[in-house]
């Protein structure tokens, strides 16, 4: 079966410092990922996703992420965060029947 | 934004009685799902549709059950409420493979 980890719980980071939140999963097969981003008290939006191609997925509000097959990686970065971007952070994988297996989330602080 | 919409926002009940959350959309999206978000889990899935009147279990179906008799509704109820049934419930939907899973804004239920 899939899985998903997201390595940090929390991530704190200075306002206008580059950020970097860990993403694996497991898998053998081919997979589609994705980044959701939920906001205070809102549902989750999609930031990024990687079907195929290229390996560097760039998202709304400045995020990025690479995929990395070897690693089996999907790590979201970005190179100067604002206090806007506080809220937490989702790693999805699609599993065979594209259903999404889920990460336990990342809450990124910043810190003025 | 998908066209999502979840009914009621919040919610308080006591143990023991029967509940029935909604979730509409105006996507005519085919797939449509329940997920429950509790801290340290990320989002679990607790059932889902490919289809009116087709459903099926997710990871934490136990003690749920649903219907979807129309594409636009998704209907999720608890028999009878528990409080470990107490949780941010979220509504989702797919337009097809393998596209974006698009959420409504969640429901907030708090069984006593």
């Known amino acids: 079966a899939q899985s998903v980890t997201q390595l940090d719980s929390q991530v704190p980071v200075f306002e206008e410092a580059p950020v970097e939140l860990r993403c694996n999963y497991s898998s053998s097969v081919s997979v589609y990922l994705f980044w959701y981003v939920q906001y205070p008290n809102q549902g989750l939006q999609l930031l990024l996703k990687y079907l195929s191609g290229s390996t560097l997925v760039k998202g709304i509000n400045g995020f990025e992420a690479e995929f990395n097959k070897s690693q089996t990686s999907f790590h979201l970065r970005k190179p100067s965060v604002h206090i806007s971007d506080t809220a937490e952070y989702f790693c999805?994988?699609?599993?065979?029947?594209?259903?999404?297996?889920w990460g336990a989330g990342t809450k990124l602080i910043i810190k003025p | 934004d998908a066209g999502i919409t979840q009914s009621p926002r919040h919610k308080v009940t006591e143990t023991g009685t029967p509940v029935t959350l909604r979730c509409h959309q105006t996507e005519n999206h085919r797939y449509m799902y329940w997920y429950r978000q509790d801290p340290g889990h990320g989002l679990r899935l607790i059932h889902y549709?490919?289809?009116?009147?087709?459903?099926d279990k997710g990871e934490v179906s136990d003690g749920y059950s649903v219907s979807r008799s129309k594409t636009e509704d998704f209907l999720l109820t608890l028999e009878s409420a528990t409080s470990s049934q107490t949780s941010v419930y979220f509504c989702a939907t797919r337009g097809g493979l393998p596209e974006t899973q698009y959420f409504g804004p969640g429901t907030r239920l708090l069984v006593l």
């Open positions: 999805a994988v699609s599993d065979s029947n594209y259903q999404l297996i």
């Open positions: 549709s490919y289809g009116v009147k087709d459903t």
